[in-house]
């Protein structure tokens, strides 16, 4: 489903290669997700790790090599919590697909950020 404005705006500034896995993942998604964030400025990336949204400051989202998609309900109103697996599998067969190897923060042990891809 076609991404909406506000989400391809988010996608500015982020790696090309990511970005295009966003871009094809959502023409192929059955159901609308969004982007809430791409690249990350310095100081709004503090502003997290104060209050404990992040944990880091290696962030690649500092660098624009990573993205927070949210799956929408059908009529994009509200977060579809049901469906982050689903989108991450989604996306691990595009970026195979096109080459490029990612990390989903739903694998991660310590602080599981479903959310959230990079690259590797
Ligand atoms: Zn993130």
Redesign the pocket.
Known sequence: MELSELSKKRLEGVDERLKAIVIECAKRCPYPFNVS?GLRSIELQCEYVRQGKSRTMKSK?LTGE?V?LYPLTMNRKAVDWSRFEELADLMFQVACELGTKIVW?GHWKTFV?K??FELK
């Open positions: 964030e989202h990573a927070d923060g950020d959310c959230h």
